[in-house]
């Protein structure tokens, strides 16, 4: 099965499935909301976004720590200073969020426009945000919104690895590509196969038990 299959198959509804049963990054906002709701809860959600980049640990790690944080308080400058996993350029990530002066909220692709604005840069950090902000307004709403096609998937260092085993095209345009002829929005693809990519046995078998496909195993061992 090639790749465009394979990400077909699956689906925007399997995508769903994987983020709420399997992405960690997404069990720790469940974890988060039950202590801090609202808008309050969303600002914090896409904040942290903005500043998760150069991590020391995994994201998975790193966003069940500012979830735990978050739970009891509510200052970025404190987390950062006492966090594990985000260690690198506090102060740089501090100023950064002074910018993020205004309500997170509408809809993804003006949002994303707003941050672009905002913080003078555009790329991979934001494009993420707007992810966790999907996963935000989810809990907190209660209400499914699929992802634009028009939002590019975060090229962390996970997905670039496993781009670079599959393709030497540019990186957007091959997963913009994909994205197209699968019918699944890129956001959701990065749903689909990120989590896997850790290559952790318990999280490949979390896909096995919801009965979804994973990657090849000879494309797992090449990243």
Request: with cysteine.
């Amino acid at each position: 099965m090639n790749l465009i299959d394979y990400i077909s198959n699956i689906g925007i509804e399997g995508s769903k499935l994987i983020e709420e049963n399997i992405d960690e990054q997404y069990k720790a906002l469940k974890f988060l909301n039950n202590h801090l709701k609202g808008q309050a809860f969303i600002d914090a959600v896409v904040k942290n976004a903005l500043i998760s980049y150069q991590l020391t640990g995994t994201g998975e790690q790193y966003w069940w720590e500012f979830a735990k944080f978050f739970s009891k308080n509510s200052s970025f400058e404190n987390f950062l200073k006492s966090c594990r996993y985000n260690k690198r350029y506090i102060n740089m990530k501090l100023n950064r969020l002074k910018k993020i002066d205004f309500s997170i909220e509408g809809d993804m692709l003006s949002l994303k426009k707003r941050l672009e604005e905002a913080l003078q840069s555009e790329g991979k950090t934001i494009n993420f945000a707007i992810k966790m902000y999907g996963y935000a307004i989810r809990i907190e709403y209660k209400k499914f919104i699929p992802y634009p096609f028009e939002i590019p998937i975060p090229l962390d260092s996970r997905i670039l690895r496993l781009t670079k085993v599959l393709t030497n095209q540019d990186p957007i345009e091959y997963w913009n590509h994909i994205a197209l002829r699968s019918k699944v929005p890129p956001l959701h693809i990065d749903s689909i196969i990120w989590p896997q990519l850790s290559k952790d046995k318990f999280t490949l078998a979390k896909y096995e038990n919801l009965r979804i496909p994973t990657l090849d195993f000879e494309i797992l061992e090449k990243i």
